[in-house]
């Protein structure tokens, strides 16, 4: 296991993890939470748990627009700064650090916690919305994890849970999402990290020192300011 990063762990704000489908960005960032030993939150994962049902259903019978709404509604309730939040959106055991109690509007009666240190996967399109981005940048250290369409078509050449590639040509609809959506991962990001093929071990250790070196600087920044 990852040996727990106190420049991380203390992180006051949750790191949140940005780039096209099939990046990595589930994957290493729950293995990135578990060895730091906090929070994890995929927030596709959460969606489809409040929804009843899975996200490419939801595309179909509810289309876009009010799969985006619910999107931003979860994202503002993870990322605000005393959101509370349903301990059953947490996708890995490690507990939320508690700053406050409330009833989430799906949850009524239930305990809810709010989170601190977390790490947080998101949807390839969550940054297609202003309000989204500028909530992430506030709110997070938002890290891009980059990878190109052909990477990327490698990896998800057999998926078909994933609605915006149930196309003819995925390839060319991952080169048009990529072209849409890379300017805007790169407004957002503190950090891009080159995902490359490292094996998901190598590819979290990397996330993990990226990840220090980057706070260390904006920790250095903000006493010198």
């Given at each position: 296991?990852?040996?727990?990063?106190?420049?991380?762990?203390?992180?006051?704000?949750?790191?949140?993890?940005?780039?096209?489908?099939?990046?990595?960005?589930?994957?290493?960032?729950?293995?990135?939470?578990?060895?730091?030993?906090?929070?994890?939150v995929d927030t596709d994962t959460a969606l489809e748990k409040q929804l009843g049902c899975s996200i490419r259903a939801f595309f179909e019978r509810e289309g876009e627009v009010r799969f985006r709404d619910a999107e931003q509604a979860l994202l503002a309730e993870l990322i605000a700064p005393v959101a509370p939040v349903a301990p059953a959106l947490f996708t890995q055991s490690a507990p939320p650090i508690a700053r406050g109690h409330g009833a989430h509007p799906e949850t009524q009666?239930?305990?809810?916690?709010?989170?601190?240190?977390?790490?947080?996967?998101?949807?390839?399109?969550?940054?297609?919305?202003?309000?989204?981005?500028?909530?992430?940048?506030?709110?997070?250290?938002?890290?891009?994890?980059?990878?190109?369409?052909?990477?990327?078509?490698h990896r998800l050449r057999n998926d078909t849970k994933r609605p915006l590639l149930q196309v003819a040509d995925p390839l060319a609809r991952l080169h048009e999402l990529y072209a849409a959506r890379d300017p805007l991962y790169r407004e957002t990001a503190h950090q891009v990290i080159e995902v490359g093929r490292p094996k998901l071990p190598a590819l979290v250790r990397k996330l993990a020192a990226q990840l220090r070196a980057g706070m260390t600087q904006d920790k250095t920044q903000e006493t010198q300011a």
């Open positions: 296991m990852m040996k727990a990063d106190p420049v991380i762990a203390a992180l006051e704000r949750p790191v949140i993890l940005i780039g096209l489908p099939g990046s990595g960005k589930s994957s290493a960032g729950k293995r990135l939470a578990s060895g730091l030993g906090v929070a994890f009666g239930d305990r809810c916690e709010s989170v601190r240190a977390s790490v947080i996967a998101t949807g390839g399109g969550i940054v297609l919305r202003e309000a989204n981005r500028h909530a992430m940048r506030a709110g997070g250290w938002v890290v891009y994890l980059h990878l190109r369409p052909e990477a990327v078509f």
